[in-house]
Nanobody, 123 residues
Framework: QVQLVESGGGLVQAGGSLRLSCAAS???????MGWFRQAPGKDREFAAA????????YYADSVKGRFTISRDNAKNTVYLQMNSLKPEDTAVYYC?????????????????WGKGTLVTVSS
């Protein structure tokens, strides 16, 4: 079982950048990883995912070209670089892990979730 802890959220002006980190309690090389987000009053939605090797990355249309997911398996950490932030990116961002192929993350997430980090983008 892996525990996930997100960090890096905060308040930023529209057009700004933030980098989220997700630190895992153990080795992540066998886990596909992803980021999901939940805006106030809305359902949780997929944002980005990365395969176990890091060779495959996937994005929701709403963040494509602005967000970049990456991983450092030596540090058991996954990152989400968020650029050109918009007020509609305001949400709690959750890290997700699945011990297996990335398609499970793309289908709605694996079994392991962090507690989330809040990102607020002001206009």
């Amino acid at each position: 079982q892996v525990q996930l802890v997100e960090s890096g959220g905060g308040l930023v002006q529209a057009g700004g950048s933030l980098r989220l980190s997700c630190a895992a309690s153990g080795p992540t090389f066998s886990y596909a990883m992803g980021w999901f987000r939940q805006a106030p009053g809305k359902d949780r939605e997929f944002a980005a995912a990365i395969s176990r090797s890091g060779g495959g990355t996937y994005y929701a249309d709403s963040v494509k070209g602005r967000f970049t997911i990456s991983r450092d398996n030596a540090k058991n950490t996954v990152y989400l670089q968020m650029n050109s932030l918009k007020p509609e990116d305001t949400a709690v961002y959750y890290c997700n892990a699945h011990q297996g192929p990335v398609r499970t993350v793309l289908a709605g997430g694996g079994n392991y979730w962090g507690k989330g980090t809040l990102v607020t983008v002001s206009s």
